[in-house]
């Protein structure tokens, strides 16, 4: 069975930050690339940020110079610290491989930006 908790989310204002955190199975983690999606409502779920075993970032462009990605590989966890949030940026947040594991979608965390 595969082990993925994230946790971090919360209601912020505009301009704000928050940092999620997301640990992993090794099974998991320890090859894959891993990512942090999001779904907002009424829309589809999106790839926000990825990284590699080795480190290696990439972003959407809305996120870009806003949010980094970084992984603790010792402890399994991904991180998303997520700067100069803004409304658009609401949604469920969730970690998993990239591509997807999709038999382990979890639920996610909720982060609202609103005034």
């Known amino acids: 069975q595969v082990q993925l908790v994230e946790s971090g989310g919360g209601l912020v204002q505009p301009g704000g930050s928050l940092r999620l955190s997301c640990t992993a199975s090794r099974m998991m983690f320890g090859g894959d690339t891993m990512g942090w999606y999001r779904q907002a409502p009424g829309k589809q779920r999106e790839l926000v940020a990825d990284?590699?075993?080795?480190?290696?970032?990439n972003y959407t462009d809305s996120v870009t110079g806003r949010f980094t990605i970084s992984r603790d590989n010792a402890k399994n966890t991904v991180y998303l610290q997520m700067n100069s949030l803004r409304p658009e940026d609401t949604a469920v947040y969730y970690c998993n491989a990239v591509p997807p594991w999709n038999r382990y979608w979890r639920q996610g965390t909720q982060v609202t930006v609103s005034p």
């Open positions: 990284i590699s075993t080795g480190g290696a970032t």
